[in-house]
T-cell receptor, first 117, second 113 residues
Framework: GAVVSQHPSRVICKSGTSVKIECRSL??????MFWYRQFPKQSLMLMAT?????????EQGVEKDKFLINHASLTLSTLTVTSAHPEDSSFYIC?????????????FGPGTRLTVT | GENVEQHPSTLSVQEGDSAVIKCTYS??????FPWYKQELGKRPQLIID?????GEKKDQRIAVTLNKTAKHFSLHITETQPEDSAVYFC????????????FGKGTTLSVSS
């Protein structure tokens, strides 16, 4: 149980284009999902907290107009990188907590490798 | 906000030796402390966690200790094996507030046979 998927697993796009990454909880409902970014040989840095039916909460230094987050259902959150640039190339990982109870474990998706050329 | 410091950044041990990784956290309200193992290009995998009402937890060769007063927690791996080689991350969060996990910078563990 508690499986999180991400799509796509890898994406290559040209500078200036937008890319959408999907994060799905497959066997549970997730009121809250989190988006992390991981550069090579670095840690997971929290970008934003995504709440179903409301606006995401972004961490300091993360441009909300560049990284659009939508959490339209209890099983799906999307991250859209708008006008991507080479410095946005990174590993993007989502995670989710199970709704409806005091839950402390976060279940991670497999990540999306974004390369901007 | 929460800040998690992790040491050392790299650790090399011989097979069979023990390895210890230490973390400190800044927010005294944090009460959940998991440890993750991450292999290159893959998602972090939870290997052990501890809540603040417990001082120590053990699972076979892996143990975690927590000192709430000092705000630090440690991962102990005994009888290390080459397959333990990976990057290990500590993290912290506040259960009741539903906050996201904040991660330390990671430790690259290399176990040589």
């Amino acid at each position: 149980g508690a499986v999180v998927s991400q799509h796509p697993s890898r994406v290559i796009c040209k500078s200036g284009t937008s890319v959408k990454i999907e994060c799905r909880s497959l066997d549970f409902q997730a009121t809250t999902m989190f988006w992390y970014r991981q550069f090579p040989k670095q840690s997971l840095m929290l970008m934003a907290t995504s709440n179903e039916g409301s606006k995401a909460t972004y961490e300091q230094g993360v441009e909300k107009d560049k990284f659009l987050i939508n959490h339209a259902s209890l099983t799906l959150s999307t991250l859209t990188v708008t006008s991507a640039h080479p410095e946005d190339s990174s590993f993007y990982i989502c995670s989710a907590r199970v709704s409806g109870k005091v839950a402390y474990e976060q279940y991670f998706g497999p990540g999306t490798r974004l390369t901007v050329t | 906000g929460e800040n998690v410091e992790q040491h050392p950044s790299t650790l090399s041990v011989q097979e069979g030796d023990s390895a210890v990784i230490k973390c400190t956290y800044s927010d005294s309200a944090s009460n959940y402390f998991p440890w993750y193992k991450q292999e290159l290009g893959k998602r972090p995998q939870l290997i052990i966690d501890i809540r603040s009402n417990v001082g120590e937890k053990k699972d076979q060769r892996i143990a975690v200790t927590l000192n709430k007063t000092a705000k630090h927690f440690s991962l102990h791996i005994t009888e290390t094996q080459p397959e333990d080689s990976a990057v290990y991350f500590c993290a912290a969060s506040i259960i009741q507030a539903g906050t996201a996990l904040i991660f330390g910078k990671g430790t690259t563990l290399s176990v040589s046979s």
